[in-house]
């Protein structure tokens, strides 16, 4: 599971880590050891080597906070710490020691309460933080300054008798309360670091403090066992999991106890392990799997937040393990395939795709901000890399970040990031270069496709019984409906892409026309206008099962989502039929209280084609059993109130189209154009079907999407060019349409007058097209049956190209749970060229029987090549 370094190279290790200068971090032995140059080092220094890196991690040391590089960030911790201060109330009254909205943790004491909210015990602790950072980091203005000192004593000794009152997060009269989180990871992850910032300090003061403390936070570990890590526990997974061990090994070192650095240590690397869904350990589907998935909540596609989160502290955890006996020498080979596979692909231009952020798509500080993470992670790891590796993860940091067309925040690294990043991004001989190839993405695992061009990166956001429709908690992500139904995003090369998504979208996009999906037309409550300003269903306590089956995480009831993918051409196709949330059907099969709400979606089959510079839509089936009127959202374009937007159309005569609001029944072609962004995309109808276009101006407020205490007030106003298909109350309609990235006018004119794009079937039960340039066919088996040639006796999903009298094949079983599958093809007289294992084929002169094997392959796709005589 891991390897130790052998002390006979610890002293060698620590000299070319650099860490043998003092340090400036805490007033903890910042000076490295006599015995450490040893070759034998006992357990109690090896444990200092482990709090001096994690000191210099969150606060740098002497020398390298002298380098101008870091002033900004320096900078940015005085800001902090003079913010604190200033709303410090001193420790009178120690349920308030800190004046402003939400700090006040009297809640948890009064007798007639019933506490909702565990936040305030976190935001204490981040205010105490920010303070004792600010104390411990050479070159603010506060570093060692004896009145913080006395501040932060005094308050650290009443936040804990605050804190440990509360014991298994209960309030006085021992009822649970608030969010798990705070009491297991957010709250002492904030005191843990200052009692190593300032471990002499707190220890002068109160001998006991330090023990106390971590007493306390096993005590608060409700979730775990005996105070300890359970890993079989729901919440002891993934970026949760290694959050909480990262503490307990720090908490060990402070404790000189090895048996806990150990444990921790050995629990935190189980989040290293590659998910495999059909033996999963310690019934544990959060974490990274084969197809570079990332997973948490069991459900959730969250590689743009808890992913970053975890990609992050596995590489801080190198860095502090640095040196000891504890230092998982095999693990960065792991990390580094994370980035490439996992990370980089959804990373456009510096800015994290929407379609793995969870409810973190409604704060304010994602996007860009997310990828200063991801190059934080990255620059840290070029230290553990060899020569090679680390030059090719230098030259792809600079890709990223030149790449970007804003400004790249360095002020958000870390501070032992700081300067070699700056190193990395000054060197003339690093020059950028990108690893991730252009193409077709697929996160099957995690129901997530992206399609990379050379100018834009098309991602697509599906759902199923094994991966949940949205993500909403804790007031965070209110109108999340459908952003699992098919919704995408198209992000254009060159442009901020704040100006088109992040938080002012989805402040004001209307949810009910979020692109590329079908919904019943009808108005929706969020949890918090269902509930009373609750932000979950109050029958149900905040972390129950029920509240994360039914309210926050929701999977659908849909079986078929998934996509194939031929590899060496770089085009793929995904498919999903539309389910209900499972909270609907709990509440008609009477499982849920009467006053429990849950909506029923409407039904149909989507189709997409992602090649090259172009996206196929299809749909069909589509109804709804409730008889509402149904509406698919082809597009809706986001741009400023004042932006000079050109619409540019023609008929199905080649006639030119004035598109202004109204309908539109015999339109061929559409180009939309953003001059003030010098973008614009282009749009084809390959069937006669009314359109309706509308150009709302949406004025929202941010707490409309996000209602915490952290939100404040802040009205965004944005105009949209929405383009509909209206499916009224049919109840087999269907649609088809081509999105073409980056598309002039004159562009989609020669596009229109020679499409290669042909659709073949369009049925309630099969989705069949075929692109004329490239000779290939993408088809969707709903269920069994024949087209184009091709008949398949279970729903699959399926890609053939044919080119120099070859015939390329991939499979893929869109619902994950079938055996076998057979294909047969009108392909006569033909012989294999190569397979694999999954696919035995017998030939005949009339046709090719393929016998696909796809169980336990969890979507993956399957190739083979045959060739005609």
């Known amino acids: 599971m891991k390897k130790l370094i052998s002390s006979v190279l610890l002293s060698s290790m620590l000299l070319n880590a650099g860490m043998a200068p003092a340090l400036a971090v805490s007033n903890y032995s910042q000076t490295a050891t006599a015995n450490e140059t040893k070759n034998t080092v006992n357990a109690q220094e090896a444990a200092n080597t482990l709090i001096r890196n994690h000191c210099q991690y969150l606060a740098g040391n002497a020398e390298m906070n002298q380098n101008a590089v870091v002033k900004s960030k320096l900078s940015a911790i005085e800001k902090n710490a003079e913010k604190a201060l200033a709303a410090y109330q001193g420790v009178k009254n120690p349920y308030v020691m800190f004046s402003g909205d939400g700090y ?28 004792a950072l600010a104390y411990a980091t050479s070159g ?47 709250v002492p992850t904030k005191i843990t670091s200052i009692l190593a910032l300032m471990q002499k300090d707190v220890q002068a003061a109160d001998a006991n ?16 066992k005996n105070g300890d890590v359970d890993l079989t526990s729901a919440t002891h997974t993934g970026t949760n999991l290694i959050d909480i061990t990262a503490n307990r090994m720090v908490q060990g070192a402070l404790l000189g106890d090895t048996k806990r650095i150990e444990k921790a240590v050995s629990d935190m690397m189980t989040v290293f392990n590659t998910i495999d869904p059909y033996h999963i350990v310690n019934n544990n589907t959060d974490g990274v799997y084969a197809d570079g998935s990332f997973i948490q909540h069991h459900r959730v596609a969250y590689t743009g937040s808890y992913g970053k989160l975890l990609l992050q502290k596995a590489v801080s955890s190198l860095y502090v393990l640095k040196g000891t006996p504890w230092q998982p020498q095999d693990k960065v080979s792991t990390i580094e395939n994370w980035i490439y596979n996992s990370f980089l692909p959804l990373i456009h231009e510096g800015y994290m795709s929407e379609v793995v952020k969870g409810r973190a798509v409604s704060r304010s500080t994602t996007g860009y901000a997310d990828a200063v993470g991801v190059v934080e992670a990255m620059t840290l790891l070029t230290t553990f890399l060899s020569e090679s590796n680390s030059k090719k993860m230098q030259q792809q940091i600079k890709y990223v970040v030149q790449s970007m067309p804003v400004k790249f925040n360095e002020a958000g690294l870390n501070l032992p990031a700081i300067e070699p990043y700056m190193a990395i991004m000054n060197d003339a001989t690093i020059t950028p270069a990108n690893a991730v190839k252009q193409g077709s993405v697929v996160f099957n695992a995690m129901d997530r496709n992206l399609q990379l061009g050379e100018d834009f990166t098309f991602a697509l956001s599906r759902s199923s019984n094994r991966i949940a429709k949205y993500e909403y908690m804790s007031g965070e992500n209110l109108k999340p409906w459908f952003q699992g139904d098919g919704a995408f995003y198209l992000y254009l090369s060159g442009v901020d892409q704040t100006k088109q998504y992040g938080i002012d979208y989805m402040t004001t996009v209307n949810p009910y026309r979020l692109p590329g999906t079908t919904v019943p037309n009808e108005a929706r409550k969020t949890i918090m206008e269902l509930y009373d300003g609750s932000q979950f269903y109050p029958k149900y306590t905040a972390s129950s099962t029920e509240q994360n089956d039914y309210v926050y995480f929701p999977v659908g009831t849909n079986t ?31 499982l849920l209280p009467d006053d429990f709400v849950a909506y029923k979606n409407a039904t149909g089959n989507k189709s997409w084609f992602l090649m090259n510079d172009q996206i196929v839509f299809l749909g069909s089936g589509i109804g709804d059993t409730q008889k509402r009127d149904v509406t698919t959202t082809i597009d809706n374009r986001m741009s400023a109130p004042d932006a000079k937007i050109t619409v540019t159309a023609q008929d199905k005569a080649g006639k030119a189209v004035a598109v202004k609001e109204g309908k539109y029944s015999n339109l061929q072609w559409l180009c939309y154009q953003d001059e003030s ?8 109808f390959p069937q006669t079907k009314e359109i309706k276009i509308e150009t709302p101006t949406i004025t929202a407020n941010q707490k409309d999407i996000r209602n915490v205490s952290s939100q404040t007030d802040n009205m965004i106003t944005e105009k949209y060019f929405t383009m509909t298909y209206e499916h009224g109350k049919k109840t087999d309609d269907s649609y088809s349409y081509v999105l073409v990235p980056n598309a002039t006018a004159e562009e989609m004119k020669q596009y229109a007058a020679a499409p290669s794009i042909e659709i073949v079937e369009n049925s309630k039960t099969i989705h069949a097209v075929r692109d004329t340039k490239d000779n290939i066919t993408a088809i969707n088996f709903f269920e069994a049956g024949k087209t184009a040639g091709v008949q398949s006796s279970k729903p699959l999903s399926l890609l053939m190209k044919q080119a120099d009298g070859k015939t390329t094949i991939a499979l893929s079983d869109p619902l994950f749970t079938q055996d076998t599958i057979k294909v047969v093809l009108d392909l006569p007289n033909a012989k294999v060229v190569t397979k694999d ?6 030939c005949t002169k009339d046709q090719v029987t393929l016998t696909f094997n796809a169980k336990e392959f969890y979507g993956g796709s399957a190739e083979i090549t045959l060739q005609q005589a």
């Open 560 to 590: 078929f989502s998934g996509s194939v993918s031929l590899k060496a051409d770089g085009v793929s196709m995904a498919g999903m039929q539309l389910g209900d949330d499972n909270g609907y059907v709990a509440k008609q099969k009477g």
């Open 104 to 131: 006040d943790m009297s809640d948890a004491k009064t007798v007639n309460a019933t506490p909702v909210t565990s936040d305030p015990f976190y935001k204490n602790a981040q205010y105490l933080y920010d303070m």
């Open 677 to 684: 962004l010098k973008t614009g995309v282009g749009y084809y």
């Open 837 to 842: 294992d999954r696919i035995q084929a017998v």
């Open 209 to 224: 403090l330090i023990a106390n403390y971590i007493k306390a936070f096993d005590n608060h570990l409700r979730n775990g």
């Open 140 to 186: 603010t203005k506060y570093y060692q300054d004896a009145a913080l000192k006395q501040k932060l004593i005094d308050a650290l000794k009443a936040f804990y008798e605050v804190y440990n009152k509360h014991t298994s997060y209960k309030n006085e009269e021992g009822k649970l309360f608030g969010n798990w989180w705070n009491w297991e990871i957010g």
